[in-house]
């Protein structure tokens, strides 16, 4: 029989409680990541997101590539907010 020492059934209890206390605060950071990191930002605290982590191991071919398809995204999305407030203000003068 193998021992460990003045080990009792209060620690072994504690330790279980200790790794589910644990568990469960990193399932909440998960899943709410974002405000969590927003949130520790604006106290001045950078948090590297995985992304930027990936970024840095990128070689420059694929750091172009995802600046492109960046640059995509963007220009689609000023597209459609542009689009947007012109109904908007088309929809003003109508009236």
Do not use: C, P, W
Not at 11 to 24: E, P, R, S
Request: aromatic content about 6%; hydrophobic content about 40%; proline content about 0%.
């Amino acid at each position: 029989m193998i021992k460990f020492g003045n080990i009792k059934k209060e620690h072994l209890v504690g330790a279980a409680i200790g790794v589910g206390t644990v568990a469960v605060g990193y399932y909440l950071y998960k899943k709410n990541q974002n405000k969590v990191d927003s949130f520790l930002r604006k106290q001045g605290i950078n948090i590297k997101t995985s992304s930027e982590a990936a970024y840095d191991n990128m070689n420059l071919e694929e750091l172009m590539t995802t600046k492109e398809h960046l640059e995509d995204l963007i220009a689609e999305k000023e597209l459609s907010t542009n689009t947007a407030a012109a109904e908007a203000v088309a929809e003003t003068e109508t009236r």
